[in-house]
């Protein structure tokens, strides 16, 4: 497996906290993104970065925002909790040797009460 | 915006019978098509992908076959076996963008013994 992995694994808010959601990588990727997964509806993209302070909307961004100061580490923020952003939550890497093929880490299942 | 529609949401097959998930997209820029296999409570994992420059694409019991002109791409897996049970997941490269994906909302594929 590619060296992806996400923290916390598991997490439980209270709506109105801020909650921060870390995705490091090894692979020296250039994209990393971060998906997230609820029933009927797939896996849907938040946001993405292209590179170290580069990133950009996915389409589900609202509510969220995200930060990679480093190649390996890219952050996923919620800044008011709500209970619709309880979800699986996915990181992703890309942009290694085959160039598109995309790896995903463990996911974090948050769930906000 | 852009979107991949999978067909069916379900699918549910005989042990040694082939199964066949179809994708469509939107964005005539495509030009990568992975397909991910997520089995329950794990991440979702690449099982075969095909570039726009090729048709068909074969990897033992499992194909893909892509249709440019009509924007449309398939998943085959023959013999089906009990451990080919899963949530299947096309996805489609947007534009010319190396690695950002979007994905369609996946089919659960049950093989019955």
């Known amino acids: 497996d590619a060296g992806i992995t996400q923290s916390p694994r598991h997490k439980v808010t209270e709506t109105g906290t801020p909650v921060t959601l870390r995705c490091h990588q090894t692979e020296n990727h250039r994209y990393m993104y971060w998906y997230r997964q609820d029933p009927g509806h797939g896996l849907r993209l938040i946001h993405y970065?292209?590179?170290?302070?580069?990133?950009d909307k996915g389409e589900v961004s609202d509510g969220y925002s995200v930060s990679r100061s480093k190649t390996e580490d890219f952050l996923l923020t919620l800044e008011s909790a709500t209970s619709s952003q309880t979800s699986v939550y996915f990181c992703?890497?890309?942009?290694?040797?085959?160039?598109?093929?995309?790896?995903f880490g463990q996911g974090t299942r948050l769930t906000v009460v | 915006g852009e979107n991949v529609e999978q067909h069916p949401s379900t699918l549910s097959v005989q042990e040694g019978d082939s199964a066949v998930i179809k994708c469509t997209y939107s964005?005539?820029?495509?030009?990568?098509f992975p397909w991910y296999k997520q089995e329950l409570g794990k991440r979702p994992q690449l099982i075969i992908d095909?570039?726009?420059?090729?048709g068909e694409k074969k990897d033992q019991r499992i194909a893909v076959t892509l249709n440019k002109t009509a924007k449309h791409f398939s998943l085959h897996i023959t013999e089906t076996q009990p451990e080919d049970s899963a949530v299947y997941f096309c996805?489609?490269?947007?534009?010319?963008?190396?690695?950002?994906?979007?994905f369609g909302k996946g089919t659960k594929l049950s093989v019955k013994p």
């Open positions: 964005d005539s820029a495509s030009n990568y």
């Open positions: 095909i570039r726009s420059n090729v």
């Open positions: 970065s292209y590179g170290v302070k580069d990133t």
């Open positions: 992703a890497i890309s942009g290694g040797q085959t160039d598109t093929e995309a790896f």
């Open positions: 996805a489609a490269s947007l534009g010319g963008s190396q690695g950002n994906l979007i």
